[in-house]
């Protein structure tokens, strides 16, 4: 009898056809579909998905793909929001994630244009997900405001330690980090970009962050400061941007050959003056950076100059030779056949490929 009743109450789920019927199963209990909860509870269809499966619906029910909720079933209290109304009155709500906030939203119609003063909540969103380490200065330098990407990279665990605490403009090493020029021409008002700038990540951390383990990282960073201003053309905050140009996780004495690959491209190779900087002998450090890399320094060192051919290339405004007399390379000489070989093209139909594109 049991299997009979559980194939008419699939046979009623499979005749469902548009979306607004409810469901009379033969059990004596009223369902509706997740998409009428929805609409009856002012929530998204993918939340409410999400509080069936975890068990937060009493009476909630699963038929193969669809979710069916008691028509009489309490509205299930939604943990994006918080309970305490004084806590409300003091600080904004704020959705785990934009997508939550889209989700929250749509059952009221196409998501509306706004500007961000308009929709705080979005706004502190954008900021904290923000894909790039980023912090906002006070224009006396006083550190604000970081998001969680900067929080990650200086591997702070307590804000507390930072906001309001640490000033950009007393740091006494700006000079010596060779970026001191850059915040100075910020705090006076001026949009400034930085590119492949090599970040002191140990001194950082060191400084700022809670977390003393090892860092066994180099860092380059291409950085903008960006002045933000009132209506009276007054400087409210200078912003900060800093996005990785690359970065070395290898062994010592690897890190420091790549960056010095990676600095002098365009010079002829020199691998005792590069097995000097290590302070290693030339057959030592031939074998130990292959062993970790999987190629010669000599190798390593092509295929930096093959990837700065390939991105010049891509300049229309360079013909072909301009283009391999800045990169310092004979147009007839080895480094072209390779870049056949390596590629499957010559330099001149790889440039054609990418204008196509």
Known sequence: MSHILLI????QIQQYNNGNTLFKVVWGMDYMTV???GEKWGLGIRILALYCAEGRIDGAVKKGNLWLIPVNAAR???RRRKNNSIKEEKEPVTSKDIYDLYEQNRHEGPWPFESLYENKELFIEIVKHFPYPMHICAPDGTMLLANEAYLKFARISNSERLFKKHNVLLNP???RWGVKDFVMRAFQGEAVHAYDVKVPYHEIIERLGGDKELVCESLFHNMSALPIRDSNNQLLFVVFIFITSRSYQDREE???????I???WKEEFDIDKLAGIVHMSRYHYIRLFKQHTGMTPYGYYQNVRLCKLKEMLCDTNLSISQVFDKCGVD???NLAKRFKAEFGMTPTQYRAAMTKK
């Open 8 to 11: 008419l109450a699939i046979y």
């Open 35 to 37: 998409k009428e909860a």
């Open 76 to 78: 299930p209290e939604d």
């Open 173 to 175: 090493n700006l000079e």
């Open 254 to 260: 690897i890190r420091k050959g790549k960056e010095y």
């Open 262 to 264: 990676d600095d002098h």
């Open 331 to 333: 147009y007839n000489g």
